[in-house]
C-alpha cells in the first residue's frame, strides 16, 4: 500500500511512546514504506507527542514550527501522534494548519490505511478503544539488538490531580498474559537478553482472561531461558505490595532495581495530589524492598512547585532524598495541565521559588550520587552493553541498577552482556574496563 514511501518519525515523552514508535514503524514498513533517519528525504513525518508538562507541549510546538517550510516546499505528509494529538485533537489542526493527521494512540491501526488514501483530506482519530488492539513489532524496527519494551498495559485509573495522562491514555486496560508471552519468546530468539515490561501502572496488571497479576507475569517470563534481565515501570507506591518485593527478591532474573515515584515527601501534599498514600507506607515499602535486596537501586520522580507547597513541605522532601538514597531522580517543576483537578489550584508557588527549590534538589541528589557511585569502585559488575558504537574509545552499557556504564576493552564487544571492572565515578554515570 505505500511501496516507495519514506518516513521519519520523530518521538517525544516516555519509554511507552518510543515503544509506539516501534509498532507504528512496523506498521509502515509492513506496508511497503522504509524509515529514513532525517525528515527531509521523507515523504511522511511523523512526531510522536507528549503532553505530561507544559514544556513538553512547547518543545512540541516549536519542533511544528519548524517543520512548516519543509511541509509547504516538499509537500510530505505531516501526522501528528501520541498524548498531544489525543488531548488536544481539533484544536491542533487549527492551530497548525499544514498538519495532515492527528491520531491519538489507540488508533494507530488506521494508520497504512489512513496514509495510503489517494486524496488525504485532514483528519482527527482519537476515539478511545476499550479493547486491547495487538500490534506486532517486527524486531528490524526496534531501538535496540539486546533490550526491548514490551507494553503491558496502558491508560491510568489514578487521577493524581496534577497529572493528564489518563485523559490522554484513557482507562487501564491490560494486555493479555499470553501475547506477553508470546512477543518475549520471540524477542528471545531474536536475541534479547533483556526485556523491560511497560505501563502507567504496571502494578495494577491483570490478565483478562486468567485474572494473572504481575508476579504471575514475571514469573513465567523468568521462565524464558534466553531472558536474563527483566525489569518493569511505572510502579505506583500504593499498588506496589510486600508479595511484589518478595517476588522481585525471589526471581533471579528480575532486575534488583525500582523507579518508585514518590512525587512529594510531605503528607499534605500527597494527600492534595490525590496519591493515596503517606510518606510513611511508602517508607515502608522502601524497607522492604532494602531488607529483601541490599543493593536495590531505587529512583523516583518529584514534582516542586504544587499548588500550596511550603518551604516546610519542601524540607521533608529534601529530608526523604535523605533517607531513601535514590540511584537517580527525575525532578520537575509544576505546570497545570489541561483537564486536571489541580489546574483548579492556585498555582501560587512563584517561578524563582519552584526554580530555587529544584536547584537545590538536584544539587543534594547529586552529591547523593556521587557519594554512592564512588562506593561502587573496585567492584565487577555485570553490563548489558547496547549497540556497543565505540564513544571516544569507550563502549556504553547499563548495569543491573539500570545506571550507564562507560568502558574499555581490549577486544571488540558485541552488544550483550559483560563483565566490567568499575575503576571511577562521576554522578551520573561509571567508568569501567571488560575484566578478564
Ligand atoms: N505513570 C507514571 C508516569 C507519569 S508522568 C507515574 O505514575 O509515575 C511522569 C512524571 O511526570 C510524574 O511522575 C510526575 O513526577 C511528572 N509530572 C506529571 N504531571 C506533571 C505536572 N503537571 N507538572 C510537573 N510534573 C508532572
Ligand atoms: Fe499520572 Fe498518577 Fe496515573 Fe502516574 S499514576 S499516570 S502520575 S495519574
Ligand atoms: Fe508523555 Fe504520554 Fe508518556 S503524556 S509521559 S508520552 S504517556
Redesign the pocket.
Known sequence: MLEGKKFFIHTFGCQMNLNDSEHVASLLSKSGASRTDSPENSDIILINTCAVREKSVEKLFSYLGRLKDQKLNKGSVLVCLGCVAQLYREKLLSKFPYLDLVVGPAKYQELPFLLSRPCLEPAVLSHWEKKWVELPISPEVRESQVSAYITIMEG?????T?????FT?GREKYRPLRAIIEEARQLAEAGYLEVQLLG??VNSYLDPESGADLTVLLEKISDIEQIKWIRFL?S?PKNFSLEMARTMASLKKVCHQLHL?V?SGSNRLLASMN?NYSIEDYLQKIGWLKSLMPAISLST?IIVGFPGETDDDFGQTMRLIEQVKYTNIFSFRYSPRPLTRAARLKDDVPEEVKIERLIRLQRRQKEIQLELNNKMIGQKQKVLGLGCSKKGNLFTGRNEGYQVVNFSSSQPVKPGLVEVKITGAGAYSLRGEVST
Open positions: 491510568c485509573n489514578n487521577f493524581c496534577f497529572c493528564v495522562v489518563p491514555r502507567q501502572n511505572t505506583h515515584p512525587q496519591r520522580d
